[in-house]
Structure formats: structure tokens, C-alpha cells
């Protein structure tokens, strides 16, 4: 029995970073001797098995050789294996693209095989924003998703990568590289809406929408829940909102829809709670000063029962350079300090109605202060 170690982790070897995840390789061996041998090996996959043994994974070859093995994996820079000896085998291509920082498919095949390679692609791109994608790789990438092969995939694989391309250093790489390759359909259509909308200037958004939207998510980086607001918050943006920073009718409409991509690829609730908030706050929140107290009173409550408070006024300053994070918190702590009389309890809706206008009377006199 021959174990590598193989893909990411010689890679950060190399590369001189530090190793996170443990991947190997196991060759001239059965499955059923290495179960044999590892008895606490928990099989996981189904198309391709893999064991897990203390948070490290062990595959089995999919090719007949070596050679054919490293050609098989997504990148060139990844397609590495590392024996016990130190001998190192990789794609032909490997050391160079390394070096010069490039991001090419170890063979086109092996994105047909697994088709998930093209959003892990995407992330790759956003945990190395110095590495630069092939020619070859928006092609491969491009084939994939116009022969249907993304449509096939578990949706709970997609939700997976994206969850970690949002932790990544340049998360607006993740959809500045599947929106130039075609890849967002059929996944993320909604954000597909959004990059054939009208590029016509105005006041608030770029001429690129999507460019706009991952510069947003590349200035949240650090904040997981964050980025994935910024990535919603433009979801059915219509030219002119700008100038009606108050809620409408189309602000709940997309918060439909930023729940529906969430519910799509299988991210937590508070995920899609986030991103629904995002789209129906976020144009309000940018003018906050110039909000009626009641619309602030609505706004405050609801971002703070979410518990995105802080973080939709980063989208804020992120988006406008406009810094409301002090205003906002002495102004919920106002309204958080107004109770109802014994009177007003218990009366259904109409109690929540005397409270909010109560709150909102507070919120007024304070601001004439």
C-alpha cells in the first residue's frame, strides 16, 4: 500500500504556505484491504468514494497511472503527489503554472467528469487573487456550463463551494469568473438578471452591475454573512432607485428572490435571512438620515431581530462610503427603551401598532434635539 499526500496540500507546500486539509492518495491497495487496515474509515461519496480518517481524506486512483491520475484532478497547480520519500509527481504543466501563477485545467475532461470543478475553479480564483485564470480555463469552463453539465449537479455541493468562497480573501472573484465563463445559470439566475440588466449609468450603481457587486463583496471581505448581503443586495435593482431610498413594493419582491437562491443551493437560514434583509433594506439604510422616523423605527427592529444590524451598515459604507453604524445603534437604543402601558397590551396587532407609532414619536423628538 502507497499513500500520497496530493493536490492542495503539496501545493501550500510548495508554495511555502501552511497546510490546512490533508488530502491522499492511495494506490496498490483494494478498497477492501485499506477498510482492513483503517477500520475507523468513514466511506462518504457515492460516484466517487472517499474515507475520511480524522478529517483527512483517502481516494483511490481514476485513472490506470500516476500520470493519468494527475490529469484527472481540476488544476494544473493542484494536480501534485507526494510520496513518503519526498518524491514528487505531477501534471506536466504543474511547477510552471506555480510559478507563474496561472490557473489551467489539468485536461478539459476533467471538468466534464465533474463538473463542480467550475465553481471550485471560481473559489480558487477568489482564495488566490494573484493567480491569473487561463484562456483555457474560461473555454473549458464555458463548454461546461452550454452542454447543460452544471444543470446535474446537488445543489447542497454548490451551496458548499460557495460558502467557502465566501470566507476567501477576494470573494467577488467567485462571480466575476462565473458570470465572464457563462456559468451562472442555471445556479444563480438571479444574479444572471442582473449581469444582462441595463448597464445605463446612474448615480448609484456602477456601469458594470456585476463588477459593482463583487467589488462590494470584496470589500466586506472578512465577514462571511457580509459578503453574501453584498452579493443579494443588488438583486432586481431597477434604474431611479436612487431616488426612492424608502421601501416599495419591489424591495419585498427581491427579497423573495434572494430567499430562493438561498433555499436553491441549500445555504442556513441565517444566510438567507441576510440576504432577503440586504435587498429589502439596503437602498433605505444608504439614506438613513433622510428616513421618517416610523420607516427607521421598521428598519432598526428588523435588521436587529435578524441580528445583521452592524453588518448592514458595513453594505452601507461599503457601498456609499457613508458610516451610519453610530446613529443607528443610539437610535435603536432609544426605541428599544419605549414599553407599552398595561392599557396597550395584549390587544393582537394593534398593540404592535401603538408600539411602533410610540417609538417612532421617540425617534422624532430625539432627532429635533
Known amino acids: 500500500m502507497d499513500i500520497y499526500l496530493a493536490g492542495g496540500a503539496v501545493r501550500d507546500l510548495i508554495l511555502g504556505h501552511s497546510i490546512t486539509d490533508r488530502d491522499y492518495l492511495v494506490t496498490n491497495t483494494s478498497r477492501e484491504e485499506f477498510v482492513k487496515r483503517f477500520p475507523n474509515a468513514q466511506q462518504v461519496g457515492r460516484t466517487f468514494p472517499i474515507f475520511l480518517i480524522n478529517k483527512m481524506e483517502f481516494s483511490f486512483p481514476r485513472g490506470n497511472s ?136 446612474t448615480d448609484f450603481l456602477s456601469n458594470n452591475i456585476v463588477e459593482h457587486t463583487a467589488q462590494l463583496m470584496d470589500k466586506l471581505s472578512g465577514n462571511a454573512k457580509a459578503v453574501w448581503m453584498g452579493l443579494c443586495h443588488g438583486i432586481g435593482k431597477r434604474h431611479g432607485d436612487s431616488k426612492t431610498p424608502f421601501l416599495h413594493t419591489h424591495d419585498i419582491n427581491r427579497e423573495a428572490v434572494a430567499k430562493e437562491l438561498a433555499s436553491r443551493i441549500r445555504l442556513s437560514n441565517a444566510l438567507s435571512i441576510a440576504g432577503a434583509k440586504a435587498t429589502r433594506w439596503h437602498m433605505a439604510a444608504s439614506h438613513y438620515d433622510r428616513l421618517p422616523a416610523d420607516t427607521r423605527v421598521d428598519l432598526l427592529i428588523d435588521l436587529h431581530l435578524a441580528g445583521i444590524l452592524d453588518e448592514s451598515f458595513d453594505l452601507v459604507a461599503a457601498d456609499n462610503n457613508i458610516f451610519f453604524h453610530k446613529r443607528a445603534h443610539t437610535d435603536l437604543e432609544t426605541i428599544l427603551t419605549v414599553n407599552l402601558k398595561s392599557r396597550d397590551r395584549n390587544l393582537g396587532p394593534k398593540s404592535g401598532e401603538i408600539l411602533r407609532a410610540m417609538r417612532a414619536k421617540k425617534l422624532a423628538v430625539q432627532t429635533k434635539k
Not at 114 to 120: C, Y
Not at 173 to 186: D, F, V, W
Open 66 to 201: 500516476l500520470d493519468e491520475e494527475v490529469k484527472s484532478r481540476d488544476l494544473t497547480v493542484n494536480a501534485l503527489l507526494l510520496n513518503s520519500q519526498g518524491d514528487l509527481i505531477c501534471h506536466p504543466r504543474s511547477l510552471e503554472d506555480l510559478k507563474n501563477k496561472v490557473l489551467r485545467p489539468a485536461s478539459k475532461q476533467s471538468f466534464i467528469d465533474d463538473p463542480l470543478r467550475v465553481f471550485r475553479a471560481a473559489r480558487f480564483w477568489a482564495k488566490f487573487p494573484d493567480f491569473t485564470p487561463h484562456a483555457s480555463l474560461l473555454e473549458t469552463m464555458h463548454s461546461v456550463s452550454q452542454n447543460g453539465h452544471l444543470d446535474i449537479l446537488p445543489a447542497d455541493r454548490i451551496g458548499q463551494e460557495t460558502i467557502k468562497a465566501l470566507n476567501t480573501i477576494k470573494p467577488g472573484n467567485y462571480i466575476r469568473l462565473l458570470t465572464q465563463t457563462g456559468c451562472l445559470s442555471p445556479w444563480f439566475d438571479a444574479l444572471n438578471c442582473i449581469s444582462q440588466s441595463s448597464t445605463e449609468s
